[in-house]
Structure formats: structure tokens, C-alpha cells
């Protein structure tokens, strides 16, 4: 069992940046794929990124590529989402999660075995 806890959201002017963080409760953090995904009112849950168990390989959709980053401290449990150049469209509830397995599914929720409760970012043009 996986307890994930996400904070650092919150309101930015487009442009700015936020980072946002996911504790993670356990002793096996490092066996877990981690990712982030986010839901935006009326639409449907999607995915962000996601990084490896030991942060060698990233994943990122391509609406964030090169303005998000994912990284993880397997010491403190803690995986990471910085975001800059923010943009309205970037507003949503940001939700970590952990997943045991590789898979050519990692962009789909189904895939994921634990989640956070979710981190509201809001961008203001």
C-alpha cells in the first residue's frame, strides 16, 4: 500500500511557474514508476509525465514537453513536477501517481495503482 500526498499548487499569471510536490508514504518507493496526470473541469483525466524508478527515463505529453520537468529523490520519497512558462490552459487538478509495472500504457490512469487527492493549479491570463 502507497499513500501519495501532493501540495504546491496554487494561482500564477500565465507565465510564471509552480512547483509541485508528492510524498509518498512506504519503504518501496523506489519500486514504483511514478507519474503525474491532471483533470481539468469537464474533461477528462490525462497525463503529464512520468519518470522511471530511478529517474533514468522521463515522459512527457507533448503539450508540456520542454516546459515541465519530472524528477523524483527516491530518499525522501518525493517525486517532483516543476512547471514554467505556465499557461491558462495549464489549469487544473494535478494528481501524482504510482504504478508497479513498465508498460507501453503509461499514458492511460487504468495503468496506476495508487493516487494522490489532487493539487489545484489555476493560471490567470
Known amino acids: 500500500q502507497v499513500q501519495l500526498v501532493e501540495s504546491g499548487g496554487g494561482l500564477v499569471q500565465a507565465g510564471g511557474s509552480l512547483r509541485l510536490s508528492c510524498a509518498a508514504s512506504?519503504?518501496?518507493?523506489?519500486?514504483?514508476?511514478m507519474g503525474w496526470f491532471r483533470q481539468a473541469p469537464g474533461k477528462e483525466r490525462e497525463f503529464v509525465a512520468r519518470?522511471?524508478?530511478?529517474?533514468?527515463?522521463?515522459y512527457y505529453a507533448d503539450s508540456v514537453k520542454g516546459r515541465f520537468t519530472i524528477s523524483r529523490d527516491n530518499a525522501k520519497n518525493t517525486v517532483y513536477l516543476q512547471m514554467n512558462s505556465l499557461k491558462p490552459e495549464d489549469t487544473a487538478v494535478y494528481y501524482c501517481?504510482?504504478?508497479?509495472?513498465?508498460?507501453?500504457?503509461?499514458?492511460?490512469?487504468?495503468?496506476?495503482?495508487?493516487w494522490g487527492q489532487g493539487t489545484q493549479v489555476t493560471v490567470s491570463s
Open positions: 519518470i522511471s524508478r530511478y529517474g533514468g527515463n522521463t
Open positions: 501517481a504510482a504504478d508497479r509495472n513498465a508498460g507501453l500504457g503509461y499514458m492511460n490512469p487504468p495503468q496506476y495503482d495508487y
Open positions: 512506504g519503504r518501496t518507493f523506489s519500486s514504483y514508476y
